[in-house]
T-cell receptor
Framework: GAGVSQSPSNKVTEKGKDVELRCDPISGHTALYWYRQSLGQGLEFLIYFQGNSAPDKSGLPSDRFSAERTGGSVSTLTIQRTQQEDSAVYLC?????????????FGQGTRLTVV | AQSVTQLDSQVPVFEEAPVELRCNYSSSVSVYLFWYVQYPNQGLQLLLKYLSGSTLVESINGFEAEFNKSQTSFHLRKPSVHISDTAEYFCAVTRDQGGKLIFGQGTELSVKP
């Protein structure tokens, strides 16, 4: 596709369940980011993948959060044993390469609601 | 580590008035700076960026931002706003050698008739 695609667009889950959020970056983009946006909050950095380098996981809030990027393309963010405070919009972004400061392109996000 | 501070969480202005949205950053290394905009119920879009060269950068819809290294600022300005500029604006920074993009808390610009 032409842009960053995220699925699902909305997800309602029960507290304690695991969820997987998917991101399809723009073809050829080597850098991929996950952010979390809560109501009234800014964009909280979660994790950053760049090519074959080890990901920067410094923003993951707990060990319940993990992410993978398979084949340098699609990424999945997994939240285990979801809690109500995990409710937020999860945004994925991609950019061409680390040194291409043309800016990151964002998907529309996945709105996660934990009930 | 880099960080970004947007000093104003909300900025209400009347149509055709000038506006300035403030952004300050902290970093011990050279940085690249960005402003993103999020219109109501839409995704984030890149508005403008500073990478190198001229410290004054402009967007296609009349916004401009000036990189001030001594004051570690990258304030966003527009001389005359429109109702359609109502949105949330995010300032972001990254090291010029690559790495994660760090965002400020956002400033909600509300333009009233």
């Amino acid at each position: 596709g032409a842009g960053v695609s995220q699925s699902p667009s909305n997800k309602v889950t029960e507290k304690g369940k695991d969820v997987e959020l998917r991101c399809d970056p723009i073809s050829g983009h080597t850098a991929l980011y996950w952010y979390r946006q809560s109501l009234g909050q800014g964009l909280e950095f979660l994790i950053y993948f760049q090519g074959n380098s080890a990901p920067d996981k410094s923003g993951l809030p707990s060990d319940r959060f993990s992410a993978e990027r398979t084949g340098g393309s699609v990424s999945t963010l997994t939240i285990q044993r979801t809690q109500q405070e995990d409710s937020a919009v999860y945004l994925c972004a991609s950019s061409l390469q680390a040194r291409d400061r043309g800016g990151a392109f964002f998907g529309q996000g996945t709105r996660l609601t934990v009930v | 580590a880099q960080s970004v501070t947007q000093l104003d969480s909300q900025v209400p202005v009347f149509e055709e008035a000038p506006v300035e949205l403030r952004c300050n950053y902290s970093s011990s290394v050279s940085v690249y700076l960005f402003w993103y905009v999020q219109y109501p119920n839409q995704g984030l879009q890149l508005l403008l960026k500073y990478l190198s060269g001229s410290t004054l950068v402009e967007s296609i819809n009349g916004f401009e931002a000036e990189f001030n290294k001594s004051q570690t600022s990258f304030h966003l300005r527009k001389p005359s706003v429109h109702i359609s500029d109502t949105a949330e604006y995010f300032c972001a920074v990254t090291r010029d050698q690559g790495g994660k993009l760090i965002f400020g808390q956002g400033t909600e610009l509300s333009v009233k008739p």
